[in-house]
């Protein structure tokens, strides 16, 4: 583990902002381990540690990401049990629905979302995650969020409608299914994160960096540095080598050629003999 937590040339700095992106707009201080450790979070337990999936509306097979495919993944990275929900249709107006005046697209509102979810818990629930094919906003001043999580009550919502390039009325390429896959394991695992206490990245290029556009969401890596994989492995207690084994797999098997030789460099320091210097003893 001490491997695998020491920054080395597979851990770039967090990249400078441009004017449009995330850190500009949002100047976070970001959480070291030592302030994650002192949070009131709550960490799964022996009787509650099952990460669900609740699909809101229809998820056609040729415009949606593959749901068990997503809790394969959502599985592998978290380490713990994911189950999917039989799917949610709401009535047309129940999540207070309005039309985003840039697209023309309708949205739904990710409080409301939440609110209702919380109702919703399964008792054995670590948490519980809201997906859908709708476009979101957190808020009326808002323009659009690709998902939101809320840590306290142990619920989130994330859309996957921007990341099919038919939402920007864009011709698809011919793997299109692929990329839409990717985007919506990526923006998952992100708000997921949250869930679990960890805030947005400020020090490395890493998933949990914070994102304004689609771009830059692209830009972001789909592992962890290894401030937040320190933070998540406190977290849940996971054996990293396992991890990286199983998120190994995946990866191979979807073509994420870049992730998979990344991912297979960690593995291949856990398995060194030699000795290297070790970030601060775990809490």
């Given at each position: 583990?001490?491997?695998?937590?020491?920054?080395?040339?597979?851990?770039a700095?967090i990249?400078?902002?441009?004017?449009?992106d995330?850190l500009?707009?949002?100047?976070?201080?970001g959480?070291?381990?030592?302030?994650?450790?002192?949070?009131?979070?709550?960490?799964?337990?022996?009787?509650r540690?099952?990460?669900?999936?609740?699909?809101?509306g229809?998820f056609?097979?040729?415009?949606s990401?593959?749901?068990?495919?997503?809790?394969?993944?959502?599985?592998a990275?978290?380490?713990?049990?994911?189950?999917?929900?039989?799917?949610f249709?709401?009535?047309p107006?129940?999540?207070?629905?309005?039309?985003n005046?840039h697209?023309?697209?309708?949205?739904v509102?990710?409080?409301?979302?939440?609110?209702?979810?919380?109702?919703?818990?399964?008792?054995?629930?670590?948490?519980?995650?809201?997906?859908?094919?709708?476009?979101?906003?957190?808020?009326p001043s808002?323009?659009?969020v690709?998902?939101?999580?809320?840590?306290?009550?142990?619920?989130?919502?994330?859309?996957?409608a921007?990341y099919d390039?038919a939402?920007s009325h864009?011709?698809?390429?011919?793997?299109?299914?692929?990329?839409?896959?990717?985007r919506?394991c990526?923006?998952?695992?992100?708000?997921?994160?949250?869930?679990?206490?960890?805030h947005?990245?400020?020090?490395?290029?890493?998933?949990?960096?914070?994102?304004?556009?689609?771009?830059e969401t692209?830009?972001?890596?789909?592992h962890l540095?290894?401030?937040?994989?320190?933070?998540?492995?406190?977290?849940?207690?996971?054996?990293a080598?396992?991890?990286?084994?199983?998120?190994s797999?995946?990866?191979?098997?979807h073509?994420w050629t870049?992730?998979?030789?990344?991912?297979d460099?960690?593995?291949?320091?856990?398995?060194?003999?030699?000795?290297?210097?070790?970030?601060?003893?775990?809490?």
């Amino acid at each position: 583990m001490r491997r695998l937590l020491t920054p080395d040339e597979d851990f770039a700095p967090i990249r400078q902002p441009g004017p449009e992106d995330w850190l500009v707009a949002h100047p976070e201080r970001g959480q070291t381990f030592d302030a994650f450790c002192d949070s009131a979070v709550v960490h799964p337990n022996p009787g509650r540690s099952v990460i669900y999936l609740i699909p809101l509306g229809s998820f056609p097979d040729d415009t949606s990401p593959p749901l068990e495919e997503l809790r394969l993944y959502t599985e592998a990275y978290f380490q713990l049990d994911v189950k999917v929900l039989a799917e949610f249709h709401p009535e047309p107006e129940q999540f207070w629905p309005r039309t985003n005046k840039h697209t023309h697209n309708r949205q739904v509102l990710t409080t409301a979302i939440m609110d209702f979810l919380y109702t919703q818990l399964p008792p054995d629930a670590f948490c519980l995650l809201g997906v859908t094919m709708e476009d979101l906003y957190p808020d009326p001043s808002w323009n659009f969020v690709f998902g939101q999580a809320w840590p306290e009550r142990r619920v989130g919502v994330y859309s996957f409608a921007r990341y099919d390039p038919a939402f920007s009325h864009k011709d698809r390429p011919a793997d299109y299914r692929s990329l839409l896959f990717r985007r919506s394991c990526k923006v998952l695992a992100h708000e997921v994160g949250h869930l679990f206490g960890l805030h947005h990245c400020v020090y490395f290029d890493c998933l949990l960096n914070g994102s304004n556009s689609l771009a830059e969401t692209d830009a972001a890596p789909a592992h962890l540095c290894p401030i937040c994989l320190r933070k998540l492995r406190f977290a849940v207690q996971f054996d990293a080598v396992v991890r990286y084994r199983e998120l190994s797999g995946f990866c191979h098997r979807h073509g994420w050629t870049d992730e998979a030789e990344w991912t297979d460099r960690q593995l291949a320091k856990a398995a060194e003999g030699d000795p290297v210097p070790s970030p601060a003893a775990e809490r």
